[in-house]
């Protein structure tokens, strides 16, 4: 897969949880979750199942950093 998008995090898909018209797809990557939220579409023509290998491809703009104290 080719894509421009810089910002990608591979990872295993540990959960998915379908609705209506979106699902919620929770992503391992290196022990944090990220959550993807994509149509209910999408996620059943890519036919995402827990233990598959996926990229999360994040489009932002900007990127926020925070620290504690």
Do not use: F, W, Y
Not at 29 to 57: C, D, K, N
């Amino acid at each position: 897969m080719k894509i421009s998008a810089r910002n990608q995090l591979k990872g295993k898909i540990v959960s998915i949880k379908p609705g209506v018209t979106t699902t919620h797809v929770k992503i391992d990557v290196g022990g944090q979750i990220v959550t993807a939220a994509i149509t209910a579409e999408a996620a059943e023509e890519l036919g995402l199942r827990p233990g598959v290998e996926v990229s999360a491809i994040i489009k932002a703009s900007d990127v926020m950093i925070g620290v504690d104290g």
